[in-house]
């Protein structure tokens, strides 16, 4: 089992930037595959970004070179930087865990999720 807790949603301006954090529980933190998905009102949960145990990252088009993964081992938490924020990526961000260290971006390849945190960008 893994417990996954995020913070750090709030709602600012567009332009402005946040960090959310995921603190992790329960199992090897360094070999857990992480990941943070977000879902707006209406829309289905989509990935966002991913943290590979050994270190490798992966984006969606849509935040890339904006927002950056990563994550501090040593304190069990994986962190999404988000800057120059814009009003669609207004959603709820999930973070989640992936103890196969698997592959894809779909959210059925990980297995354990936080309860959401909510990021509102206003125009």
């Known amino acids: 089992q893994v417990q996954l807790v995020e913070s750090g949603g709030g709602l600012l301006q567009a332009g402005g930037s946040l960090r959310l954090s995921c603190a992790a529980s329960?199992?090897?933190?360094?070999?857990?595959?992480m990941g943070w998905f977000r879902q707006a009102p209406g829309k289905e949960r989509d990935f966002v970004a991913i943290?590979?145990?050994?270190?490798?990252?992966y984006y969606a088009d849509s935040v890339k070179g904006r927002f950056t993964i990563s994550r501090e081992n040593a304190k069990n938490t994986v962190y999404l930087q988000m800057n120059s924020l814009k009003p669609e990526d207004t959603a709820v961000y999930y973070c989640?865990?992936?103890?196969?260290?698997?592959?894809?971006?779909?959210?059925?390849?990980?297995?354990?999720w936080g309860q959401g945190t909510q990021v509102t960008v206003s125009s």
């Open positions: 943290s590979w145990s050994g270190g490798a990252t």
């Open positions: 989640a865990a992936d103890p196969r260290n698997g592959f894809g971006t779909r959210d059925f390849g990980f297995d354990y």
């Open positions: 329960g199992r090897t933190f360094s070999s857990l595959r």
